[in-house]
């Protein structure tokens, strides 16, 4: 006699998640930069304060980062530590 135990669903992950390269289809927080970059989020505050790092804008008081900015800084960091 079979045991009529079923497999969990599979969990769906978010369609928007695999746009604009793997990243959310969404501005991004900074929360989201330090998780993405595995860096304490006191850490992407420097950068923006610095001018290193992706750009990012404001929104009122708060910070947001554009996927497509990320990308293309990711972008420039390879492509300037490949000609280095």
Do not use: C, H
């Not at 006699?1 to 991004?28: F, H, I, N, W």
């Amino acid at each position: 006699m079979e045991d009529s135990v079923s497999a969990p669903a599979p969990v769906q992950e978010d369609p928007r998640a695999t746009l604009r390269g793997g990243l959310p289809d969404r501005y991004l927080t900074a929360d989201d930069i330090a998780e993405i970059f595995e860096v304490p989020k006191e850490t992407v505050y420097q950068w923006r304060k610095k001018r290193v790092g992706p750009p990012g804008f404001r929104i009122g008081k708060y910070i947001r980062y554009d996927p497509a900015d990320v990308r293309a800084y990711v972008t420039s960091r390879k492509n300037a530590d490949r000609g280095a």
